[in-house]
């Protein structure tokens, strides 16, 4: 370790040069990716970007807060929604109504804070889940907003241009994925952020030294409805089409597991987990492309695991990484590269 | 003007009366401690100023407002911190910022101010730079400097109790309540200890209100002393009236043997 000189190195962004290194090597592989890969792994990087923000903001709320919540799907489906039927309802041009709906969602958010206040553990967690589900129930009773039959996309002019392809579109995920993933890893570094652990840690003690209870609960489900909410609008515009099917129970469900898996209460476990499952999800929904197993697979998943005889092997898959990650890592692939990092450090003792 | 004043404070659980008007009155820059058997009611009057359970009755006035009632956050900002007899701190942060939460008051960056921080000149950046320096000096009086980066949920006893003392100092109360400070010490931390409290008194100005079962130490730095049993004050005055009070000894050594002399 190297001496600190300064009080700023603390909280800054780039703890070395082979930090910042390797961050713009990064940058400039997101900038190239289009041009490396074929038209569907665009599509497959727009799909992880939105998982991301949605993952990195749950994350400040169950990993850094400690407030569970299986309602994320309803927040993602009010900033679906609420986009396109700002933009289509009310010509919103495209930023102001993605972050109105972002807006939407958390004021909802803070209201859901609000029972928060009083409820605990799995308390708290039915209390969520109750919220996903009504909200996506109410979305298919709302005639204007599509009902049951969904909603189409309208056409993504920005500044002139139109935005049609996912080639066009991934620069726009991406640039909003990396700021908003900033944004979570500044506030994690600053008052408000660790007001949120000292709530998780002893709320009690948290209480006595200042902190606001009702206050920091409540902004923490509004920051993280806020990120689902901006990441649904996005979302809208990667499928060209949501209907309320979309926004299930188990997407609330598929949210946590990328969170858990990646390492609840650090910024970089929430990428890895969002990059890992969304990743598996796409690639083990054509399960027959699946080299040497994919038609067992298909076989074993159609006569022992659903009874409508569609392929579902993904959620086996995710269920068996989530008791995997619970029995032997439960700080999840943050916790390996840790363990990692440390066996090559003290190579070969 | 009066500094901080219990006014006939009353709690029940249920049927149980664990504080029974209790009143004193404590002046600025003393320290005070409030002494009794298990049981007596010394944590629940700590948790009742805090405004963890809300009293009963009676009053609670500090620097002339009423503050029963209020919520502990607003108690905190009135300039009251206090530390825990079961340590209550943030177990995965690390030294620093478990102080830090102590600055929580004089910071004022907000979410977008912080979740926007862009390099040390900026608005947030400067707050943290600024507030790490005090918390630094903490760090400094207390002897923590080798634990700065370490998180304290495996640390020692002695220094997890010293962090959570850090911590209230960092909020640069007025009036600091120390739950006992020195449960589980050895002799050598006890009497460090006992320094600090006094050098925060002293250098610090900041008027202390104690609980303490250690006998020696509570006569040996208190000023005054007030004696609880089952809910009800006993006692109060300075350490040499009440080690010879008749009602403290029964209270602590039982009513038969005081006054039997056939006793063994």
């Known amino acids: 370790m190297d001496m600190k000189r300064d009080y700023y190195e603390d909280v800054k962004h780039f703890s070395s040069g082979v930090m910042l290194f390797w961050f713009a090597a990064l940058m400039i592989f997101l900038l190239l990716y289009p041009f490396l890969f074929k038209n569907y792994y665009v599509y497959v990087a727009n799909y992880i970007a939105i998982n991301i923000i949605v993952v990195v903001g749950l994350n400040l709320l169950v990993g850094y807060t400690g407030q569970i919540s299986l309602g994320h799907a309803g927040f993602f489906a009010i900033g679906a929604y609420g986009t396109i039927s700002l933009m289509t309802l009310a010509n919103f041009p495209f930023f102001p109504a993605l972050i109105c709906a972002g807006l939407i969602a958390a004021c909802f958010g803070f209201l859901l804070g609000l029972p928060a206040l009083r409820l605990e553990g799995p308390y708290l967690a039915i209390a969520t889940l109750g919220f996903g589900l009504t909200i996506t129930t109410i979305i298919g009773r709302i005639d204007i907003l599509g009902g049951r039959q969904g909603l189409h996309a309208p056409d993504l002019i920005i500044m002139g241009h139109h935005l049609n392809t996912d080639r066009q579109f991934y620069y726009l995920v991406m640039a909003i994925a990396v700021l908003l993933v900033f944004f979570a890893r500044n506030i994690t570094k600053t008052k408000v952020g660790r007001a949120f652990v000292a709530i998780r840690d002893a709320h009690i003690a948290a209480e006595t030294m200042g902190v606001n209870l009702v206050l920091y609960k409540t902004m923490a489900f509004a920051l993280s409805a806020f990120y689902a909410g901006v990441a649904g609008g996005l979302f809208a515009f990667v499928l060209r089409f949501i209907e309320p099917e979309l926004f299930g129970f188990f997407l609330s469900v598929f949210f946590l597991t990328m969170a858990v898996a990646g390492g609840l209460g650090t910024i970089a476990g929430p990428i890895a987990g969002a990059i890992l499952l969304s990743f598996l999800d796409l690639e083990l929904r054509n399960i027959l492309n699946i080299p040497y197993v994919g038609e067992w697979l298909k076989a074993l998943s159609t006569s022992y695991f659903s009874?409508?005889?569609?392929?579902?092997?993904?959620?086996?898959?995710?269920?068996?990484?989530?008791?995997?990650?619970?029995?032997?890592?439960?700080?999840?692939?943050?916790?390996?590269?840790?363990?990692?990092?440390?066996?090559?450090?003290?190579?070969?003792? | 003007m009066t500094f901080f004043a219990v006014e006939d404070l009353s709690m029940t659980f249920g049927g149980l009366k664990a504080l029974d008007k209790v009143s004193f009155e404590i002046t600025r820059g003393e320290i005070f401690a409030v002494i009794g058997p298990n049981g007596a009611g010394k944590t629940t009057l700590f948790n009742c100023i805090n405004g963890i359970y809300p009293p009963t009755g009676g009053d609670i006035v500090f620097k002339n407002n009423n503050i029963r009632g209020l919520k502990p956050d607003r108690v905190a900002k009135a300039g009251i911190a206090r530390t825990f007899q079961n340590i209550e701190l943030f177990s995965n942060m690390n030294t620093m910022e478990n102080i830090m939460i102590g600055r929580h008051l004089f910071m004022k960056t907000g979410l977008l101010r912080g979740g926007l921080m862009w390099g040390r000149r900026s608005f947030a950046g400067k707050e943290e730079i600024e507030n790490r320096r005090k918390v630094e000096q903490i760090i400094d009086l207390l002897e923590l400097q080798t634990f700065r980066s370490k998180f304290v949920g495996g640390l020692p006893y002695g220094i997890q109790k010293k962090i959570e003392l850090g911590r209230a100092l960092a909020a640069e109360p007025e009036l600091l309540l120390l739950d006992e400070p020195c449960a589980g010490m050895n002799a050598e931390e006890k009497q460090d200890v006992v320094f600090w409290i006094k050098d925060i008194q002293d250098e610090l100005g900041i008027t202390i209100l104690l609980i303490e079962h250690d006998m020696n130490m509570v006569m040996d730095i208190s000023n005054r002393i007030l004696v609880l049993n089952f809910g009800r004050p006993i006692a109060m005055g300075v350490p040499d009236e009440v080690s010879v009070h008749p009602e403290v000894l029964k209270a602590y050594l039982g009513e038969d043997d005081a006054d039997d002399a056939s006793g063994p």
């Open chain 1, 307 to 349: 009874l409508t005889g569609v392929s579902n092997i993904q959620f086996i898959v995710f269920g068996a990484i989530l008791i995997a990650i619970m029995l032997f890592e439960p700080l999840g692939l943050y916790g390996l590269w840790i363990r990692m990092k440390k066996y090559w450090m003290t190579w070969p003792f």
